[in-house]
């Protein structure tokens, strides 16, 4: 039987973390609410784009935008999202782990992967790693701007042109529900002209013909960058909703796990106080009897 | 209601309009230009400015920063990176980022940086827009 006193601190300290376990999934839900306005906030600018870029597509030749240039495939950027901060599950892992999986793949075909990290966890990780990293980006997370998206693209884009890169992808957390994110992969660059056709809602606007001004080859070229921003803006956004919402999940997990824990030790503890008063009780009547005696 | 352009004006924080009006008249990239109804369709990128609308009589201001435009079946759709209304701007802030700006250009021309000389000059032109935009 351990001693009474250990066990009732014991108690003490887990009732105290399952307060803070019950407050951090509180705030978690209520960070996810603002993160889930922020994506739908977001969402029609980004429709609005694909769909004009779908439409615009269609009147250009894909070979003369260096952003389109498919190349043989050898040397792999991948643009690493994860979260700032930690205590939201496996999340960050998953995704770390999709990029270690992926690297060893690449490796295995005889071509080479570079990263671009985004959040906290992905820049501590990497670090460690033997996989080299371009670009490190961290502490934004909380308040997503565009402007780091832009900062972002701007490193890819200028990777990708300068043809230190083939290929520039994307891996984030996919909020799929509140129950469930996964890590996803999605290419970015080069931009091919059939995801950009089968983005839009090509169901009208496609046929209308278009007064263009200036080119629409000088538009596209000014487009196809803030494409790439939107990308990744929308990653960004995603994964911060499957952040808190992953945190959300573990820390609801966490609260009950609390509690299964208080009431084992509770049974525990009453065991234990029970026996010291029999063991009392035993005492007291065994004097008694030898007074008697 | 005949005589309208429906005009759309979304950031990638928000939709900041949606309603049908009389006139618009945007920075395009080649010059401003004028839209009114029954506009033919017609695309084109936006530059740093401020886009002007009538509606019932009345004369809105925005000031506009880099996006694009788009105008079909009597819609007109801007996609900007920031829109902001005269009367929500924060004078002193674009004043502050004025100076801020006028510095960094300073700075990036002496040293001779061209990425940086165009995005000091960037951010000088959209502050003088958002000053302007206020000012009147």
Known sequence: ?293 | MANKIHLEIITPSKQVLNQPVEMVTAPGSDGVFGVLANHTPFLTSLKIGELKYQNDGKNFRLALSNGFCEISSNKMTVLAEAAEFSEDIDIDRALKAKERAEKRLQEAISSKENINTARAQASLTRALTRIRVSGK
Do not use: H, W
């Open chain 1, 1 to 293: 039987m351990p001693a009474l006193k250990d066990v009732r601190f014991k108690i003490k300290g887990i009732k105290k973390t399952q307060q803070i376990t019950k407050a951090m999934n509180m705030v978690a839900a209520s960070k996810l609410r603002g993160a889930q306005t922020k994506m739908e906030g977001f969402s029609p600018y980004a429709d609005k784009f694909s769909a004009v870029m779908s439409n615009l597509s269609g009147s250009v030749n894909p070979s003369q935008f260096p952003l389109m240039a498919q190349r043989q495939v050898k040397k792999i950027l991948v643009i690493v999202v994860t979260s700032d901060k930690g205590l939201c599950g496996a999340f960050n892992a998953n995704i770390i782990n999709a990029v270690n999986r992926l690297n060893k793949e690449i490796v295995s075909q005889g071509k080479s992967l570079s990263l671009i990290c985004v959040g906290r966890k992905a820049v501590q990780f990497f670090k460690k790693s033997n996989i080299e990293v371009v670009y490190n980006i961290s502490d934004i997370m909380s308040d997503v701007q565009i402007q780091f998206a832009k900062t972002i693209g701007q490193q890819a884009i200028t990777q990708f042109l300068s043809e230190n890169f083939d290929e520039v992808q994307l891996v984030y957390g996919k909020f799929i529900n509140v129950a469930v994110q996964r890590p996803i992969f999605k290419k970015i660059l080069p931009l091919s002209k059939e995801t950009l056709v089968g983005q839009g809602e090509t169901s009208q606007g496609t046929n209308l013909t278009y007064t263009f001004e200036p080119e629409p080859d000088a538009i596209l070229n000014n487009l196809l960058p803030l494409y790439v921003n939107i990308q990744i803006m929308s990653a960004m956004l995603e994964t911060v909703a499957s952040e808190q919402a992953s945190r959300m999940t573990s820390m609801d997990n966490a609260t009950r796990a609390c509690k299964d824990m208080l009431g084992s030790l509770t049974l525990i503890y009453n065991k234990a106080r029970q026996a010291t008063i029999t063991k009392e009780l035993m005492d007291i009547v065994g004097g008694a009897e030898a007074l008697k005696g």
